[in-house]
């Protein structure tokens, strides 16, 4: 048994490529679009159709169908009373323990599953080729109701194509899959209760096994030999000593997705009382200071502490630029650039969503949500940490924990 523990000193190989899209996992249709647009100009051949399978590439015409008609309905409508598919109230997540896998055979699933729920007139629209209508030909609430299902499968397919690209880098985050720490920590499992393994029953046995390997790979990044550990340790009731080697990885690897590392903590932060200032380059615009100003000084309160944005003039400090067609993002953890998409709104929802997340990776937090490619299951897979935390989810807001992660890393400054 020491010689199969021995197996867990191997080095996690897995580790953040700089390769891989910046792409959360509730970024929505027309993110994903301009995303693609844009890799397509960079000339990525194998991002293009022909390398796609069929069950991809009708998803993505029909959801680009619909954004095509929606826009047509949206010329002739006010501000007020436009056809928008996402909204605070409509906010989706991930969860952990019910994550989303998705491939090409499941989303084809999926899509010939919403095409029976579609009135024959709406399919008729999505999959034909004719003039797109000025009208839903419904009530706005069914209409909605119905083109949520579509986009969605539109997303997973998009998201499907963006990503398949990176497959490879995609294999190597499996070995930071956090589920296995959260299911034992989530039902208090701990070592003794693994002392006899006769004891458990099945089904209960099965999944303690499952996280079990999951923490030997937090630790090793070699799912075989994971699994050959977890295979004789069963065989030799070792499945305590196994817990007790193998936890502490686990547990390094979980808070890995919350915690502020110490090279990305910020030096310019002052913190008074119960006031964190932080610099912000003045933008040179004036709408978008109260744009910042309602979001991020809206969003970083927790009691009676909160964030003031000091504006004026940095050489280092963070600023806010917009590009066209660009996916959000900052520059690195405690990084000075958040780059916008000038292509969408400030007013819209998603906007103000994701400047406030981005405002978190100035400050030094990860994201909290997981993705990879599962070999076994020939998918990928993610899943949000916490659906409640604005760096995990935007179903998510500011929490006690960021408040105190803070404190822990700017409050002695």
Request: include cysteine.
């Amino acid at each position: 048994m020491k010689a199969l523990i021995s197996l867990l000193a191997l080095s996690v190989t897995a580790s953040a490529m700089a390769a891989r899209p910046h792409l959360d996992l509730d970024t929505t249709s027309a993110e994903y679009e301009q995303f693609l647009n844009k890799q397509i100009k960079k000339n990525h051949n194998k991002m293009m159709e022909v390398d796609l399978e069929p069950e991809i590439i009708r998803s993505m015409k029909i959801g680009q169908r619909l954004s095509q008609w929606i826009a047509k309905i949206n010329e002739t409508r006010t501000p007020t009373t436009s056809i928008r598919l996402t909204s605070p109230q409509t906010r989706t997540s991930h969860p952990i323990d019910k994550p989303s896998i998705y491939n090409p055979k499941i989303i084809g699933a999926e899509y010939d599953t919403i095409l029976t729920t579609l009135p024959n007139d709406m399919e008729a629209v999505l999959t034909g080729t004719d003039e797109l209508p000025t009208t839903p030909g419904m009530d706005d609430a069914a209409f909605i109701l119905l083109a949520r299902t579509v986009d969605r499968n539109y997303q997973s397919a998009a998201r499907y194509k963006s990503l398949n690209p990176y497959r490879e880098e995609y294999k190597g985050q499996a070995a930071l899959d956090v589920r296995g720490y959260y299911y034992l920590n989530t039902n208090k499992i701990t070592a003794e209760d693994l002392k006899d393994v006769a004891s458990i029953p099945a089904n209960k046995l099965t999944l303690i096994t499952e996280a079990l390997s999951r923490n030997c790979l937090n630790g090793s990044g070699d799912q075989l030999a994971c699994d050959s550990l977890i295979a004789q340790a069963i065989k030799v009731n070792a499945l305590g000593e196994v817990y007790k080697q193998t936890i502490v990885a686990a547990r390094e690897n979980w808070y890995s997705f919350f915690l502020i590392a110490p090279e990305s903590k910020r030096t310019d932060v002052t913190w008074v009382g119960n006031i964190m200032t932080v610099p912000f380059n003045t933008p040179e615009i004036a709408k978008f200071i109260p744009y910042l100003q309602d979001n991020i000084q809206d969003e970083y309160r927790f009691n009676d502490w909160a964030l003031k944005l000091g504006f004026g003039t940095y050489a280092n400090g963070p600023r806010l630029v917009f590009k066209a067609g660009e996916v959000p993002h900052v520059n690195g953890l405690g990084g000075n650039e958040i780059t916008m998409d000038s292509n969408q709104p400030i007013e819209e929802y998603e906007s103000q969503w994701t400047i406030r997340h981005e405002f978190g990776h100035v400050l030094g937090f990860p994201d909290c949500y997981h993705e990879f490619f599962d070999e076994k299951l020939g998918a990928f897979v993610n899943y949000q940490l916490d659906v409640t935390d604005l760096m995990c989810s935007r179903a998510g807001n500011f929490k006690e924990r960021m408040y105190t992660e803070l404190k822990e890393a700017y409050g002695s400054n």
